[in-house]
């Protein structure tokens, strides 16, 4: 029998939600797809709707008129404020896929301790330690005096990316517990902080789709997150991202596999943790072995953006195997071609920034997809409306011709202030 049409709503407005509307787009099972609120590239593959991720009326209503099928949450946000429970919750909205675990899974990135202590509970390698609030503050304190810096202090909650600081010294990391507890600087999300034993290594980014009891495993990636070359400055949301990751060899994935995502998916299945979507598995190698970083409760920005053009198989068909609970029923296709992406962000960012500048050059740009981030019409111009401004895409059989061609796009993207990192891929 022919499967109908899917009409999809997809939430969010970077890189990451442009990517995924592309490849939406290219599948036969896609039927109408709008993008809430999407940007001036999102509209080549679908309809922008005004309304916010986060507000779940006005996404109902979005559902009702536009008949959706399934639900394609981008962002974080509104998975951990919990899209998945309010559409299963609805009798009007219930028989749509949400592409994202319920409000209990999202906690495996809307909380850090709820993720360090799920690593306990199923022996998932990570690093070593403790929790700590305003009642045991003291003892914090003293826990710090006896480690050995780098000291690790993470904020509990959701705190756009910010809320890890690395400290260089037991006073820095005596001075950044008492800000995130006594201070709040992140607010409530630091008035819980995570301590832990800094790891050395190299970071990765892993993918997997899962059904609640199987999985299949995306392309991985690594991103760059300084602003600066060399990895140097401060931390943004992602600057460039490369797939594959060199580093990654097939024994060390084999260990991914059998240490980190299958223990996590049947961890999530025994606990009865409703999980059908993406998990994102932030990992880091240490003497070949992998350890968890994070969990995120969706894609990557911007290893989006070089995962999904990698993908061979129909996302649309994914998600679908993902509704029925039979991903089993398909394999993986990962494209031999490497990918690169190389961001251009604002002048400024990740501090402040001027939105508003007139974007040139998309016309002359060839061999590489241009996947808006901050970039919105006005007067029947695009410019420039976040800090991260656009995603430039190649793929190539070689990571070098990839990144070649990524550069010389990048190149010809104009806008006032325009800025991008020149070392993206640099270490391979
Ligand atoms: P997170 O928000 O947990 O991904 O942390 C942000 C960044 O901080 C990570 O991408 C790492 O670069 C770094 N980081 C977090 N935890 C550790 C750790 N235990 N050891 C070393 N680096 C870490
Ligand atoms: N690029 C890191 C993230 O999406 O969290």
Redo the contacts with the bound molecule.
Sequence with gaps: MAVKKQNILLLGAGGRECAIAWKLSKSPLCGNLFIAPGNAGTRFYGTGLDISVSDFQGIKQACLEHQIDILFPGPEDPLVAGIYDFIKNDPELQHIIVVGPSKAGAQMEGS?AFSKKFMQRHNIP??Q?REFTAENFEEGKTYINTLTP?V?L?ADGLAA?K??I?AQSTEEAQAAFSSMIQDHQFGNAGDRVVI??????V?LSVFALTDGEHYILLPEAKDY?RVGEGDKGL?TGGMGAISPVPFADATFMEKVVSRIVAPTVAGLKAEGIVYHGFIFF?L?KVNNEP?V??Y?CRMGDPETEVVIPRLNNDLVELILKMGEGCLNEVKAEHSTDAAATVVLVSGGYPGSYVKGKVLTGQTDVSGSILFHAGTAVKDGMVVTSGGRVMAVTSLAPTLKDALATSYANAARIGFEGRYFRKDIGWEF
């Design positions: 850090k990570t690093a330690y780098p690790v993470k990316g809320g890890v690395i832990e034993e800094f790891l050395d290594g970071e997150k931390n932030g880091i350890y970083i994070e995120n």
